[in-house]
């Protein structure tokens, strides 16, 4: 009789759950190492409590990869439609929400439920308020030796790393990449991403509260480097938002590069220049009695109406009149490039993902070391992150599941795969 293989998953996360299942659905033997009193903890706060699962709207381009056409065949062998057949077959019933996916309860705590039932299900071990001392390979039994605080030894056939930042989880750490580290591999520079961005602007805390829609340029030693639009948050530190989180990462590796970022922000950003224009010259000529405060009025939000008059040096209660018309189109046209000085990034804490990581190219399309024999990666301590909407968690399902089929002894081909790995033997 074959002997079953054993295989240990170092991260009890989404992605970590995700190659568990999926191995242990091949028929291996699995335990599962989380450093947490509990598996999944990240994944109750995504998307807002609802779990953004994956996004219909799916391309390359939501994400940041040093190899895009890998990437892509990664994806292949494991789609968002292989997303909603693997969770529907666990039980996990998933609609569409403005392209993106949800489970159908809207709870993200309906999500985990289903992974740990499903972890039950297929009889993995889950050890929990696991702290991994020291991991090994014996080349010649080409076994891995997993030794934990406490100095209990364990032996595998395969590992699959999926123990990722501690984007988000203030007590976790990040000993996932020592880990890869001391197995030879690349970490490419670590930084924040899906973050909020910190200015020393004075006006910050003047404005701390406001949202509204707007256009964003993020600006790195004067050059574009990035255009979003949405709802920007201001906060008495700087601004949040999507259209900021979608950009943090870059401004995140031009910080630590000792370069100038700026975001400049554009309040009406539906209006072309020339109606824009023509509604400024319109607006004084009717209103050129009244206070700059009314001048105002009725345009944006009060708080940054104040903050447009003194960065221009007038004075809410002057006239538009006495202020003259160049000052006030000086003032409108800022309202349309609004500086802000970027000085940090939040930290990873306080952040949804972590850029960086294990570099793509020391990994094959089935998420195994090239380096080391029968080591696997999966999940955000790979040097992939996307932009929000479902595309981090749709890596963390797809690699942990090219993992988990590969780890079990699995062939899989490119160009897609609608199974969803379970073993009905």
Not at 348 to 373: F, R, W
Request: charged share 25%; hydrophobic share 40%; proline share 2%.
């Amino acid at each position: 009789m074959k002997n079953k293989m054993k295989i240990a998953v170092i991260g009890g996360g989404a992605s970590g759950m995700t190659a568990a299942i999926t191995a242990a659905r091949q028929g291996a033997g699995v335990v599962l190492f989380e450093k947490n009193d509990r598996v999944g903890k990240k994944l109750l706060a995504t998307g807002n409590g609802k779990c953004n699962l994956s996004n219909i709207d799916f391309s390359m381009d939501q994400y940041y990869c040093r190899d895009k056409e890998k990437l892509h065949k990664i994806f292949d062998r494991f789609s968002p439609r292989d997303t909603v057949s693997f969770f529907e077959s666990m039980g996990l019933m998933v609609k569409e929400k403005n392209k993106g996916l949800y489970p159908y309860s809207e709870q993200a705590s309906a999500v985990l439920d289903i992974l740990r039932m499903e972890l039950t299900h297929n009889k993995v071990q889950i050890i929990t308020g696991a702290e991994i001392d020291k991991v090994i390979r014996q080349e010649d039994k080409s076994v891995f030796e997993i030794t934990d605080k406490t100095g209990k030894n364990y032996v595998f056939d395969r590992l699959i790393l999926a123990a990722g930042s501690g984007a988000g989880l203030k007590a976790a750490g990040q000993s996932g990449y020592g880990i890869a580290r001391k197995f030879g591999h690349r970490v490419t520079p670590l930084v924040p991403g899906l973050a909020a961005l910190r200015s020393d602007e004075k006006f910050c805390k003047a404005l701390g509260g406001v949202r509204c829609n707007a256009k964003l340029t993020l600006m790195v030693d004067g050059t574009v480097k990035a255009e979003e639009s949405g709802e920007v948050q201001f906060t008495e530190y700087g601004i949040s938002g999507i259209p900021v989180f979608q950009f943090s990462r870059q401004a995140a590796y031009a910080l630590k590069d000792k370069k100038a970022v700026n975001v400049f922000i554009d309040f009406f950003r539906d209006q072309t220049e020339q109606s824009f224009a023509f509604f400024v010259r319109l607006r004084y000529e009717s209103s050129k009695k009244k206070t700059l405060e009314e001048f105002l009025t009725g345009t944006l939000n009060k708080k940054i109406n104040m903050v447009l008059i003194k960065r221009n040096g007038l004075k809410p209660g002057m006239t538009a009149e006495e202020a003259g018309y160049e000052k006030i189109l000086q003032l409108m046209q800022m309202s349309r490039r609004f500086p802000i000085h970027i000085y940090d990034v939040n930290t990873l804490d306080n952040a949804q993902v972590c850029a960086g990581g294990v570099d793509i190219g020391e990994v094959d399309l089935s998420m195994e070391s090239l380096l080391v024999p029968g080591l696997y990666f999966a999940g955000e301590i790979v040097d992939v992150d996307g932009k929000c909407g479902g595309y981090n968690l749709q890596w963390a399902w797809s690699s942990g599941y090219v993992a988990g089929m590969s780890a079990a002894g699995c062939k899989m081909e490119d160009g897609g795969n609608e199974e969803t790995g379970r073993n009905e033997a």
